[in-house]
């Protein structure tokens, strides 16, 4: 919980049994540029979890932000100007999730994935150098914010099932100023556009649907002077 690991040889955080981290911070890790290694590494063992961790400037041609060969779910993490990709799993075994996630400004994929059935959603994929979502397996991808312009990544590859995808404007990013890491949601089009549907059938339930903002970090909601709400 809250470790922070930079200028390493190796991986910052690498785990061979089952692990959870929670905001931690890896930079300038795997400076042996080892093939095949992320920043935060799940190399063996049953299953890793990350929430609210956030690994960038890991600028080796091999290293992701958060690479996995087993089991994992992703919470609110942020993969920033890393050399390889953003998120790297190449575990099959179930389950595997990502959500409410940043990939941002990575050499690779914004998301790669192998062989096997992979669930992301509320996700931002922007300025990456390959694909947003990159699969040799199937994906499903629910509300997933994706750049354009100089902000686009390149075209998302594989057997991708996806549906209330947002597209952002020209040139803008959905962050405050991620060139400094500050990923506070800031623009309307991210606020409160997340997958958040609950499944409620019975006849005493009225419903719930939630409405998170897409990306890492959760916007505030601040009254004015006046007493209305802005975003």
């Known amino acids: 919980v809250r470790c922070v690991a930079h200028d390493v040889r190796g991986a910052g955080f690498q785990s061979t049994i089952h692990a959870t981290y929670v905001e931690c911070e890896a930079y300038a890790c795997n400076q042996s540029n080892t093939a095949s290694t992320g920043a935060f590494h799940g190399?063996?063992?049953?299953?890793?979890a990350c929430l609210r961790c956030i690994a960038h400037d890991n600028t080796?041609?091999?290293?992701?932000?958060?690479?996995?060969?087993?089991?994992?779910?992703?919470?609110?993490?942020?993969?920033d100007t890393n050399g390889a990709?953003?998120?790297?799993?190449v575990s099959s075994t179930m389950p595997?999730?990502?959500?409410?996630c940043d990939s941002y400004n990575n050499g690779g994929a914004g998301i790669s994935v192998s062989s096997g059935v992979y669930y992301v959603e509320n996700c931002n994929l922007v300025k990456n150098v390959g694909a947003g979502l990159?699969?040799?397996g199937l994906l499903v991808a629910r509300n997933c914010g994706y750049g354009s312009g100089t902000q686009a990544n390149a075209a998302n590859s594989g057997n991708i099932d996806e549906s209330g995808t947002i597209t952002y404007a020209n040139d803008v990013t959905p962050w405050t100023d991620p060139a400094?890491?500050?990923?506070?949601?800031?623009?309307?089009?991210?606020?409160g556009a997340g997958y958040g549907t609950f499944m409620q059938t019975a006849a005493s339930y009225a419903g719930t649907v939630g409405y998170p903002d897409v990306g890492a970090a959760q916007h505030l909601e601040v009254a004015s002077a006046g007493g209305g709400i802005i975003g």
């Open 96 to 100: 595997q999730t990502i959500s409410g």
């Open 43 to 48: 190399s063996a063992g049953d299953f890793v």
């Open 134 to 136: 990159l699969t040799t």
């Open 60 to 79: 080796g041609s091999n290293t992701s932000g958060f690479s996995s060969a087993v089991a994992c779910h992703y919470q609110g993490c942020i993969a």
């Open 180 to 191: 400094i890491g500050d990923f506070r949601i800031n623009l309307a089009a991210a606020k």
């Open 85 to 89: 990709n953003g998120f790297r799993i």
